[in-house]
């Protein structure tokens, strides 16, 4: 057995419960472990960010207001425009619409957006309590679309025994003459037909663009058919960019949906009040229009036998 000295070294290591020699150093690395950090002070006191809390009340307020925008909104943008569809009907309801009271000369118009017709079904209305009498159908587009059921529904509708005319959707990007002379190529109007109709419902990139073509297409049409030219547009779109003297000498179309009576103040010949009729024979939805007149006026309206356009 060695005998330690009595003197022990300041740096010699000391032997823990386990028998393990500990070093100086391991226990000054240790020591420290069991030390308070001191507080950070006032610096670390201004270096918080203070959070402010929103009143529950005022939550409520503000998911209120934002509730109250959207059903303003909807209801501008969605209900208000089609509200008289869901208006009790105190008139006389008949094809799926509450017609307009005072008249008794009823029409509509399609497009290839009704597709195929059944004219023998649809023959039916002419002896209805509320008699359709007249047809408009679309033959054209621009200075070169051809509504592709133009030529068959046209002829369906002379065979049929319905009054018929034909439109035409005007681009006003191209050429107005171009478009003229499209029309005149694709429609061959007979007598006892209703005088060629100018659908205007786009501006273009400048109102007396817009004007000077229109006047243009009225202006060639009116001197091939020797008739008339049949204005179509909204009452905004008509009293807005086609309200003068020159637009004012032709028959007006005027087509103001969802109302009980017509707002425009001047003379209109047709109204297109609705795009939700519903007829048999077609199975979408249809535009029904009134003639302002009665139907001996219509036919009046109509090219005659004996017009210079079918003596030249």
């Not at 008289?84 to 008949?94: D, S, V």
């Not at 023959?123 to 009498?133: H, L, M, Y």
Request: with cysteine; aromatic share 16%; glycine share 8%.
């Amino acid at each position: 057995m060695v005998q330690e000295s009595p003197l022990m070294p300041v740096n010699k290591p000391r032997r823990n419960s386990a028998g393990r020699m500990k070093s100086p150093s391991a226990s000054r690395r240790t020591g420290g472990a069991g030390r308070k950090k001191k507080p950070a002070g006032k610096k670390g006191k201004r270096g918080k960010k203070r959070v402010w809390n929103m009143p529950g009340w005022l939550q409520y307020v503000a998911m209120g207001s934002v509730a109250a925008l959207f059903v303003i909104g909807f209801y501008y943008f969605f209900i208000r425009p089609y509200a008289y569809r869901w208006k009790p009907c105190y008139g006389t309801k008949a094809y799926g619409v509450c017609l307009p009271a005072g008249y008794s000369v009823h029409g509509f118009d399609i497009s290839h957006h009704q597709g195929d017709i059944n004219w023998k079904e649809l023959q039916k209305v002419q002896n209805a309590p509320f008699p359709v009498r007249f047809v408009f159908m679309k033959a054209s587009e621009g200075g070169d679309f051809s509504d592709t059921t133009f030529i068959r529904n046209f002829d369906r509708a002379r065979q049929y025994g319905f009054i018929r005319g034909a439109y035409h959707f005007f681009n006003p990007n191209t050429d107005a003459a171009r478009q003229a002379d499209f029309f005149i190529r694709s429609v061959k109007l007979e007598p006892g037909d209703l005088p060629p109709v100018l659908d205007i419902e786009k501006v273009g990139d400048n109102e007396l663009e817009l004007r000077k073509g229109v006047k243009t297409w009225l202006r060639l049409i009116e001197r091939h058919y020797r008739v008339k030219p049949i204005l179509y547009a909204s009452y905004k779109f008509k009293e807005r960019y086609l309200n003068d003297s020159i637009f004012n000498t032709y028959p007006y179309w005027i087509a103001h949906y969802y109302v009980d009576s017509v707002r425009y103040e001047g003379e209109w010949k047709f109204w297109q009040h609705t795009d939700g009729g519903t007829l048999p024979g077609i199975r979408e939805q249809v535009d029904l229009n009134v003639f302002n007149g009665t139907l001996d006026e219509l036919k009046r309206m109509t090219i005659l036998p004996d017009s210079a356009f079918h003596k030249s």
